[in-house]
């Protein structure tokens, strides 16, 4: 009896650990289970790096965990040139001003800021800071505001073991970092970012998530796939 | 007493590790493996890397996810077919892949008269999006207005 009330009292113990927040996705993100925002226009980043890259890396890898997280995101290569036809494209004109102009012509209800502070290759990953903004196209409040700090490893690594499996990994992850770490490590930053967001109107989970442990809206951490 | 004790351990787990969320959308290749064609043509085909050859190549990724839609919604995803079919209007799109597309690419379709072809398929597609996602009535609508004077 002693041992399984023990037993309990671990369990208990590493649960309440294992939770990083003690804020519920339904306290964090009133404002977004409020409005509940089906379609989201995705702004191109606003880069604040040398790395001129990061910008497409970025914008080209932001959709898919939205869409996966069940919302209507319109599609990227056809809104970029609606908004340049329109010269509107320039995120930094709108990332502090109203956005409704963007619900009246594309039926937005929230428009997507990005913004890279940080894009650097480091060791075997890259090292990246980037916030991300929602607002609401109805009444420009903010429903969404997380800013990461991310060292995202894409270093490659074998089942092979001993001298030949150290080597390999090594090798793999020198041409892995030469072609396509930044693109990997855009993607492992989006989806890491947008895994805390509440689920759209397509997820069977749609409105059923408050109760789920929110993440710290700023967050230092290594992530790997 | 035992039996309660279990069941609350057990249920204290459960609530630790939360519902598993499933994969909504089919992409390309493997999703389990965190690959998706999608996401690797797309960059080729928008970053600095942008070719005809790149242009041919998504293109025929769209085309695999409106021909294999899986996940767990089991349809295209939001905004697939509407960019496939803006995409194929682009007069450029037909002359790019009549140039550029490979023998397996050109497979796909299996015709050669893109210029008729990809201009009428791709406002299928705008009409398809619009069937599959009532919300992207207000930026798809123009398009059609745009592209065959509706």
Known sequence: MKKYLILLAATALLVSCGSSSKL????????????????????PPINNTANVEAKDLLYTSISRPLVEAGYYVLPPIL???????????????????????????????AVIFSVIDKWA?????????????????????????????????????????????????????AVNTALTAHIEAARQANRYIFSDIPFGKFSPFYQQDQDWKAEPANVKAVVKD | MRKILILSIAALLLCSCGPSVGVLYYWGGDASKGVTRYEDRFYEAYGKSQSPESLCAM?????????????????????????YGYLLLKPETA????????????????????????????????????????????????????????
């Open chain 1, 79 to 109: 809104t970029m040139d609606i908004l340049k036809a329109e010269s509107a494209y320039d995120a930094e004109l709108f990332f502090e001003a109203p956005v409704g102009q963007f619900g009246a012509v594309f039926g937005a209800d």
């Open chain 1, 24 to 43: 519920t996705r339904g306290e964090v993100y009133a404002p977004l289970y409020h409005e509940a925002p089906v379609t989201l226009l995705v702004m």
């Open chain 2, 59 to 83: 293109l025929c990724v769209y085309e695999d996810m409106l021909q294999n839609p899986g996940g767990e919604r089991g349809v295209v995803p939001p905004g697939i077919c509407a960019e």
């Open chain 2, 95 to 150: 002359a790019a892949f009549a140039e550029s597309a490979s023998d397996r690419e050109r497979r796909i379709y299996g015709r050669s008269d893109y210029s008729t072809y990809f201009p009428e398929y791709g406002l299928k597609l705008l009409q398809k999006e619009m069937e599959l996602y009532p919300e992207s009535r207000k930026f798809v609508e123009p398009l059609l207005k745009k592209f065959a004077g509706k």
């Open chain 1, 121 to 173: 290759k480091q060791g075997v990953g890259i090292s990246a800071k980037i916030r991300y903004v929602m607002r609401s196209t109805r009444t420009n409040e903010v429903l969404f505001d997380r800013s990461c700090d991310l060292f995202l490893d894409t270093s490659v690594q074998t089942s092979s073991s001993g001298l030949l499996g150290l080597v390999l990994d090594v090798a793999l992850t």
